[in-house]
């Protein structure tokens, strides 16, 4: 009896951290089908606030600044992120090495998704100090002093998370990592456009988050090979 009890607790032990881990369960996918679409904004867009690059001019103040947190081209909404917010099982998930580059003071991309677990490679062309501090809550947060001399700094991202990013130095520096749960996402670029493949047939939450505009959602039903489309709007509240 005291065998069976002890084998049932270290399977149960075994079993649970598995089941609470892998919340995203990637593999192979024959015959997903494809979520595309388009995001756009409602209403007429504000012109864009120009940004004063008031420190190490000589450097930031090279190229002219607008502030980045609602950019929208011909009616689309650039830089959102697209994502399936609740598939479990799909295509295989890979770390990636991806970078954050902070040319002329700003970041670039402005918002940056890559899978949970990916390593951000942060760069200082710059050649003076940037100073990058992460606003993570579930991610430990970072706070990284990256002098001129130090070009590049890898920093891992485990969790996934939405984390603002911000530069000590320069107050205007302001950029998005988007930890992803799962390797169906995307972000708009000036068309708006979205595209997420190889997704199994069923039925999903597709979810567009944006900075400024917060999130929206809709239901959809993905057939074996087939496209599925679904278009967002969306207003500033
Ligand atoms: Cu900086």
Redesign the pocket.
Known sequence: MKKMISTFLSGALLLFPLSAVLAYDGGAVSDGGTITGSVKFKGTAPAPKKIEANKDTEVCGKTPKTDASLIVSGGNLVNAVVYISDIKKGKKMEPQKVTLD?KG?EYHPHVLAFPAGSTVEIQNPDGIL??IHSYSKVNSPFNIAQPKFKKSVPQKIDKPETINVK?D??GW?NGWLFAAENPYYGVTDNSGNFKLTDVPPGNYTVEVWHETLGKTTQKVTVKAKEEAKVNFEMAKK
């Open positions: 902070q003071c940037h100073n530069c130095v320069h520096m």
